[in-house]
């Protein structure tokens, strides 16, 4: 079916800046939304920024003016670029797809989770 594989994530100090990237790979006919979530330990997964087909993104209030969600649909791409990093960034982020693809139909996707933590 599809994969998607994640990276980018890792050590930065409170402040820095890091860019998660997710590609998927198969047959894609049609991407309706490229997202990114994150997770801490004893915690539900939240969203973190979502951009869909038609241009519109949304970000939750925590990142609006320090995270950038941005896509490739070329590529079937999708990045998150992480600006004035907090140590209550920390966490698990996982990338999300939704996508349509033969034979299979409309599903969601999930990538791996890569861990970003924010720590001096």
């Known amino acids: 079916q599809v994969q998607l594989v994640e990276s980018g994530g890792g050590l930065v100090q409170p402040g820095g800046s890091l860019r998660l990237s997710c590609a998927a790979s198969?047959?894609?006919?049609?991407?309706?939304?490229m997202g990114w979530y994150r997770q801490v330990v004893g915690k539900q997964r939240e969203l973190v920024a979502a951009t869909r087909s038609g241009g519109s993104t949304t970000y939750a209030d925590s990142v609006k003016g320090r995270f950038t969600i941005s896509r490739d649909n070329a590529k079937n791409t999708v990045y998150l670029q992480m600006n004035s990093l907090k140590p209550e960034d920390t966490a698990v982020y996982y990338c999300?797809?939704?996508?349509?693809?033969?034979?299979?139909?409309?599903?969601?996707?999930w990538g791996q989770g890569t861990q970003v933590t924010v720590s001096s």
């Open positions: 198969g047959s894609i006919f049609i991407i309706y939304a």
């Open positions: 999300n797809m939704d996508l349509f693809i033969q034979p299979y139909g409309r599903n969601d996707y």
